[in-house]
């Protein structure tokens, strides 16, 4: 597939590779830009959903995606930054645990009820695994770090909406407890 010259330019020219498993699972391999168009995969239990592309993970709903938002809908194929971030922090930077065009290679895995970003970043193996459980309204971020881990951490982010009304979103106040794992 050829890609118009306008796109090609914007988000690089450096291949990608797709494949589906013989688990059914989708992955793909970015080296160091991301696709012309987000792939994303939906993944929901009954009452709560989020939508998953190769540069993380975004848009939360609980029971109605239009009128129950968790964070911000971006209706915008050629985004390549969601409404969440999901960072590994050195010494040297922040870096998404998302595929980000930022010239660590990235392979995504969609799979039945799961999303997976396997990425290595100046020699830290990080595998971050998004699903939604059956049985609880929510959804679980497992990540998995294997190298020098000294002077590391995790950062998260969400542009909270709570609600279908952005115009409310001013109401929104947000703390951090000091009793939480991290």
Not at 118 to 138: L, S
Request: hydrophobic share 35%; with cysteine; charged share 20%.
């Amino acid at each position: 597939v050829k890609l118009p010259p306008k796109i090609a330019y914007e988000r690089g020219s450096t291949p990608m590779s797709y494949k589906i498993g013989q688990d059914g699972a989708f992955y793909m391999a970015m080296s160091d830009t991301l696709p012309p168009l987000a792939w994303s995969h939906v993944l929901s239990s009954k009452n709560y959903g989020f939508l998953a592309t190769e540069a993380g993970t975004g848009y939360m709903w609980y029971k109605n995606s239009r009128e129950m938002k968790i964070n911000r809908w971006l209706c915008d194929p050629l985004t390549t930054v969601g409404t969440e971030a999901l960072e590994l922090v050195t010494d040297s930077g922040c870096f998404s645990l998302f595929a980000s065009g930022d010239g660590w290679p990235t392979v995504v895995e969609y799979g039945f009820g799961y999303a997976v970003w396997r990425r290595e970043i100046q020699g830290i193996k990080t595998n971050a695994t998004a699903f939604v459980p059956e049985d609880i309204d929510a959804r679980v971020l497992v990540i998995k770090l294997d190298g020098n881990l000294d002077g590391c951490k995790i950062r998260y982010f969400t542009e909270l909406t709570l609600g279908g009304d952005n115009e409310l979103n001013r109401n929104i106040s947000t703390w951090q407890d000091k009793d939480a794992l991290c």
